[in-house]
C-alpha cells in the first residue's frame, strides 16, 4: 500500500522547507538547494509512464500470449503461454487532463 508515494523523508517537494533534520548536514543542504530551487513548482502532473508494451509485431498491449498445442495421451490440448521476452515499454504518455500530484500536501476539500 502507498507504493505512488515519495520515498524522500521529511522533504515535501511543494514546500518551501524540509521537516525536521539539522540543516547543517550535507545532505539536507543539498535537498533544500533543491527545494528553494523548486518553490513554484506545480501541483499538477501532466505526464505519466505508460504500463502499455509493444511486441515484435508492433501491436501494443499490457499483456502478449502465445497459442501453443500441447499433446498429452493422444489428445490435443491448447494453451496459452505468455511472452515476457522482446516486449518494448510504450514509455512517456501524456494526459488528456492534468492530475494533482500525490505528495501535494493540502486538503483541497474537507467534508
Known sequence: MGG????AKGVWPFSGSGTGGDATNDGNEQSL???KG????T?????RRSSLYYDEDGDLAH????????TKNGRK???LKRIQKNLIPQGIVKLDHPCIHVDFPI?????
Not at 523548486?38 to 513548482?41: F, V
Open 63 to 70: 499483456e502478449f500470449y502465445e497459442e501453443t498445442v500441447v
Open 38 to 41: 523548486s518553490r513554484n513548482a
Open 77 to 79: 490440448k491448447s494453451k
Open 4 to 7: 505512488s508515494g515519495s520515498k
Open 33 to 35: 538547494a533543491r527545494l
Open 43 to 47: 501541483p499538477f502532473v501532466f505526464t
Open 107 to 111: 486538503v483541497l476539500c474537507e467534508v
